[in-house]
């Protein structure tokens, strides 16, 4: 996708990063720093006879990108990737450990070694790690995806789902808030360092350990709330207070929670305080029909019963889908009753005046971040993506590689079977 305004004042103009090419987290931190200015070029794996064909999904991460296909393994293409890197401010690489370093391409390379004397390539880099589990931990050396990470840290034993049975937020936990958010939150603050001590650092984020800090409040709770009777997180019957699906945020209490309409569309209910509550129920009550209410009716001392919450939620069931969606927005519309429909991506879109591609945030009033080229909803995932060492020729030229050069890395492999059959 090209850039859509360089030229602009943004927080990150002039900055460079290098992402190596990956899945989901590492491109979101590159998207991240992009977004907000900064020129970011992805190293790319060079195409080959074996990778033409082969399924790879596209990166829809790639806004105001550039892409450089070169070969690390090629000793020709290590020493354009050094050269790049070289003249780098941030460098992200999401591999497993130790690949780097077999590369020929790990932190001590450009930051220099423990000792003093061992200079390196490039001391002011800020050298992103983004890994699945911790770099020190028995599962380091496995594979594994955002819902195994979610799993360990703990947090998924406390989300919402069957009371068997946790539910999981599609990946958006552990690869996107934790890993691609948190890793750009840790370049930023190395940068802002750097500032100071003019030395660069390495940024290691993982997720598993990520997840468990944007987790702190949830973790918390869960370890204080059997010991805090006062709280109104305190479980029924004598269960632990920690158990999932007991109490107020994890799908236990019957107003924070999601009800289906007649339309099958849904709902939200999230009136956790009295007062809020209390908006809600007078809404709510109002829009039943009057034999609706001729038996058990909740009121507002009851909230917190949790003996009733069972009666509760059957009654809010019953009660939501008596109409649609529609005229349940209309019902609480502009009320302070926690009370919104649930909307599709479409929906959504609409309503924040956007198109399928969410606009940077937050909004900074005097140095904002880039604005996003339209793009029609109904647009594919090619719309979005960047074509693997589409930049290659005008990123070698801007490292100061001749067209004699460019055509002997051609010649070496180094930019790949089919680079090098256009090259010649």
Known sequence: MASSSNTANHPLSGIRVVEFAGLAPGPFAGLILADWGA???????????????????????????????????????????????STADVLIEPFRPGVMERLGLGPEVFLGGKDSSERGLNEKLVYARLVGFSRTGSHKDIAGHDLNYLALSGV??????????????????????????????????????????????????????ATRYIS??????????????????????GKDASSRMQNLLDGGAPFYAIYTCTDGKCFSVACLEPRFYKVFLEAFLAALPSEYKSEWVPTLVRQHRREEWSRLREFLERGFRL???????????????????????????????????????PRLTRTPAKSLPAIPAT???????????ADTEVILNELGYSDKEQELLARDGALGRLHCSAKL
């Not at 070029?41 to 790639?62: H, M």
């Not at 958010?181 to 930023?188: I, T």
């Not at 702190?216 to 019957?237: C, E, Y």
Request: one cysteine or more; hydrophobic letters at 40%; aromatic letters at 6%.
């Open 39 to 85: 020129d970011v070029i992805r190293i790319d794996r060079p195409p080959s006879s074996s990778s033409v064909t082969a399924e790879v999904p596209p990166d829809v991460l790639a806004r105001d990108k550039r892409s450089i296909a070169v070969d690390p393994k090629v000793p020709s293409g290590l020493a354009v990737i050094k050269r790049l890197v």
């Open 156 to 209: 998924l034993s406390l989300l919402p789902g069957r009371p068997d049975q946790p539910s999981f937020p599609l990946n958006l936990l552990a690869d996107f808030a934790g890993g691609g958010l948190m890793c750009a939150f840790g370049v930023l603050l190395a940068l802002y360092e750097r500032s100071r001590s003019s030395r660069g650092q390495v940024v290691d984020t993982d997720m598993v350990s």
């Open 216 to 237: 702190s409040f949830a973790l918390i709770n869960s370890f204080t709330a059997s010991t805090t009777p006062s709280l109104p997180t305190q479980s029924v019957s």
């Open 323 to 361: 109409y649609d969606r529609a005229h349940w927005t209309k019902v609480f519309q502009g009320k302070d009753a926690c009370a919104v429909p649930v909307l599709t991506p479409h929906e959504a879109s609409i309503l924040m005046e956007s198109d399928a591609s969410p606009p940077p945030h």
């Open 379 to 389: 647009a594919t995932a090619a719309r979005y993506s960047l074509q693997p060492g």
